[in-house]
């Protein structure tokens, strides 16, 4: 069978092609390995030569991708350089499933840079959420904090200068460099692990600086690259909306116009027992359904929370 890679000269154009993300970090792709034809001759093992046209071929994408058939998005891989800090990268490395060389601050000096927080910039925490944030502290505050902000990395980084010009051992002079430092890594990954990774990483609910990183590598770099999978992707992965069999009963019902029944799965769900006794704020599941079926169309006043 013909090697699939000639077809794809969008990412072609683009390889090493350093795309900036938050003040100071970069994203590039380096290297990479099938495309969305090695997806669907990976696909046709199955059963012959099957379709061949180019639309054949986006809607059997397509068609994979809807009903999770993952293993033809395995076939292809792509290799990234990335430049990011050192706190938005620990959620990065969670994802297990890719392969990873860092740079080495036993081997090499720091890298001069660190994350910095504009005055505007400095969220609040979400009082509903543990990890998240929600909304902005006002800018006179924030100058302030970046002003601090500002000190303590200079002088952490003079610190640590000050440790390397003793003759201090790298993998201990580095021990009080914050979190903000920038990091190097090469990341090689296959299409269908990437996928996963950019459906966590860039949804709404994500800390906003990994979220910069997911929105580039798939606006920038994965369209290019897959130009059918990521349309697939965004249509069922970003803009689809999954539905629980408790949401998508009570959804059947309000359609139908039947809200007693619509209660009656809500109550089952213990829903509607949370409300009486004030406890909405503490059910998560209950929210996310709000959420839901409110894009739905249906504004559902009592399983709201209270003020």
Known sequence: MANPRPTVPALDAILGQRFDVLDDGFVRA?????????????????????????????????????????????????????RVPMDTWRQWIRHRTANVNEYSTRYSVAIDAASRTAPHAWRLQDAGNRQGSEGSLDAVAGAALSARESAFLEEARAVYQERLDAGVAREQARKDLPLSTYTEAYWKIDLHNLLHFLALRADAHAQEEIRAYAATIGEKIVSAWVPHTWEAFADYRVGGLTL??????????????????????????????QARSGGLRRSRERSEAVEKLGELGHRVRWLEERS
Do not use: N
């Not at 069999?245 to 959804?251: G, K």
């Open 30 to 82: 380096v290297d990479y390995m099938g495309s969305d034809d090695a997806i669907v001759q990976a696909a046709r093992v199955s059963y012959g030569a099957g379709t061949k046209k180019v639309s054949e071929d986006r809607t059997l994408i397509r068609y994979l991708l809807r009903h999770r058939h993952t293993t033809p998005f395995e076939m292809c891989e792509l290799k990234l350089h990335v």
């Open 244 to 273: 629980t069999r408790l949401e998508a009963a009570i959804a059947g019902h309000l359609t139908r116009g039947d809200e007693s029944a619509a209660r009656a799965v809500a109550e089952e769900a213990g829903w509607l027992r």
